[in-house]
């Protein structure tokens, strides 16, 4: 089964840039899906975005615009960019098989602050 790990999260000041990475164990084209998900203090985690095996990319509406998911096939490697950030962006990010009912990882924090 391949595992996916994610890495990159830190502190950025607001309207700064980060770059996450979701770096997969095996061959991540063994994973058909991968989703990009956050949890905010004291909210519900939330998708924020998937990336299929055949390279169809899907952002929700909320950070259309400002997040991109692409992925590197020679490092098994899934990125989560992610521009413009603001405090509301600050949360743990998780990278998972979407189709799967599997454990969720430790995620990767982001904080956005001055």
């Known amino acids: 089964q391949v595992r996916l790990v994610e890495s990159g999260g830190g502190l950025v000041q607001p309207g700064g840039s980060l770059r996450l990475s979701c770096a997969a164990s095996g061959n991540i084209f063994e994973i058909s899906t991968i989703g990009w998900y956050r949890q905010a203090p004291g909210k519900e985690r939330e998708l924020v975005g998937i990336i299929k095996a055949g390279g169809f990319v899907n952002i929700v509406d909320s950070v259309k615009g400002r997040f991109t998911i692409s992925r590197d096939a020679d490092k098994n490697t899934v990125y989560l960019e992610m521009h413009s950030l603001g405090p509301e962006d600050t949360a743990v990010y998780y990278c998972?098989?979407?189709?799967?009912?599997?454990?969720w990882g430790q995620g990767t924090q982001v904080t956005v602050a001055s």
């Open positions: 998972k098989d979407f189709n799967s009912a599997g454990p």
